[in-house]
């Protein structure tokens, strides 16, 4: 079977775990209500799961590239171990442009709201942006996904006004709440 060519990115911290800020261990790693169950009912319904994040943490010399690259394999050992469900890429933006050390610091195209992650995911997966969603609780989650060509846009959490110029922008409760409104939206 050929692999689906749609992705669901998601954001990580604030859509599929409690945003405790700079969340580098799997012990600090807290699955928000429902958020497991809603990546499996987007694996099922065809996307790839690609997380897409912005880890200035690393930059800012709080944790290291390997301690988030130990959280992404219990995270994907997680998921498919319990769910049934493979994390299919995984997507960090390690720089600040103010606050990061060395070389770190600088104004990348990487970091959301550039799309840069987002298009590295999509040539290196070989994804279809127009028929990819994206799930994010920040604004900069959202014009990263549309600066990309995302087809669906969900904003969870705290409603933002900037988003009212984004047609293909749309708010959600939560991710748990995602797989629901794919349905209804194609019935
Ligand atoms: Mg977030
Ligand atoms: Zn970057």
Redesign the pocket.
């Known amino acids: 079977m050929d692999s689906p060519r749609k992705a669901a990115f998601l954001?990580?911290?604030?859509?599929i775990n409690v945003?405790h800020g700079y969340v580098s261990t799997w012990e600090a790693f807290e699955f928000l209500p429902g958020a497991e169950r809603a990546m499996q009912s987007l694996h099922r319904a065809g996307y790839q799961l690609v997380i897409i994040?912005?880890q200035s943490g690393i930059g800012r010399g709080f944790y290291t590239e390997d301690d988030l690259l130990a959280l992404n394999g219990c995270l994907a050992t997680h998921m498919q171990s319990e769910f049934d469900t493979p994390v299919t890429g995984f997507y960090h933006c390690p720089h600040h442009p103010t606050e990061a050390i060395g070389p770190l610091r600088t104004a990348c195209d990487c970091r959301k709201p550039a799309p840069g992650m987002i298009l590295q995911a999509a040539q290196e997966l070989d994804l279809l942006l127009t028929e990819s969603l994206l799930v994010?609780?920040?604004t900069s989650?959202i014009l990263a996904g549309e600066a990309a060509g995302v087809g669906r846009l969900f904003k969870v959490g705290e409603l933002s006004s900037e988003l009212e110029g984004i047609e293909n922008a749309e708010w959600v409760p939560a991710l748990s709440e995602v797989p629901a409104r794919l349905m209804s939206r194609t019935d």
């Open positions: 954001d990580r911290d604030g859509v945003d994040s912005n994010g609780d920040k989650d």
